[in-house]
């Protein structure tokens, strides 16, 4: 883990950050300067030198998905459309199933009438199907 020190210099946003030092044993030494210099804001972030975990993100994408309940409370896929949540339809079967295994196992596709939704299969043990 490394340490590097940010300062920022009086009279500027906190978003101006200037980099002062990437050498930890130096931080001491180098926030007496900053602060004499001309610089009132110090901060030291720890840096983790690991490799990148992007299973992390890649899961974060899909926990917050925007859903809405229809009438029979089943809670399907939304988007917005002209400031509102709407649900999403599909018109073809494959377009539906790609969104479907995109989302997860906590998702399936259902046809009501002509268009397919893309479901939250919790919301269809409460609903009746239709």
Request: charged content about 25%; proline content about 5%.
């Amino acid at each position: 883990m490394n340490k590097i020190l940010f300062a920022v210099r009086v009279g500027e946003p906190d978003y101006a950050e200037h980099l002062i030092t990437e050498v930890a044993a130096r931080i001491p030494a180098a926030s007496k300067w900053a602060l004499a210099n001309g610089f009132d804001r110090l901060r030291v972030a720890e840096i983790d030198d690991g490799p990148p975990d992007f299973t992390k993100v890649l899961n974060a994408a899909h926990l917050n998905v925007p859903t809405v309940t229809l009438r029979d409370g089943t809670v399907v896929l939304a988007k917005l459309y002209k400031g509102e949540l709407c649900a999403v339809t599909y018109s073809n079967r494959t377009q539906a199933f790609t969104k479907e295994t995109e989302l997860g196992e906590a998702w399936t596709v259902q046809r009501r009438g002509r268009p397919f939704y893309v479901v939250q299969r919790a919301s269809l043990r409460k609903s009746r199907v239709v």
